[in-house]
């Protein structure tokens, strides 16, 4: 069973950053994709970055190209998300995901953790 837990959310303000873990267990991490999205409130859910496992192949969204990065760590079974200059418009609850397709469609993502909160103070 996939297991997927977020960490690292916070309060910052403008211009600051922040670093999001996400530890996951009970994948088979070949072939696998993982991604981070994000829901602010009253909007959809978006896609935000992705990367490929095997190969560490990464994907950001137009909105974030610059700002975030995503990584792995394959010791620790790790996805972070790394983001810096953040902006208001970055508050949301931001959610990890896991899946076999290289999409940004959260249909292609099977699996999803609990959220963490960021907060981006003006």
């Known amino acids: 069973q996939v297991h997927l837990v977020e960490s690292g959310g916070g309060l910052v303000q403008t211009g600051g950053s922040l670093r999001l873990s996400c530890a996951a267990s009970?994948?088979?991490?070949?072939?696998?994709?993982m991604g981070w999205f994000r829901q602010a409130p009253g909007k959809e859910r978006e896609f935000v970055a992705r990367?490929?496992?095997?190969?560490?192949?990464?994907y950001h969204a137009d909105s974030v190209k610059g700002r975030f990065t995503i990584s792995r760590d394959n010791a620790k079974n790790t996805v972070y998300l790394t983001m810096n200059s953040l902006k208001y418009e970055d508050t949301a609850v931001y959610y990890c995901a896991a899946g076999s397709s290289w999409s940004a469609s959260e249909k292609a993502f099977n699996s999803w953790g609990q959220g963490t909160q960021v907060t981006v103070s003006s």
């Open positions: 990367i490929l496992w095997s190969s560490g192949n990464t």
């Open positions: 009970g994948i088979k991490f070949s072939g696998y994709v």
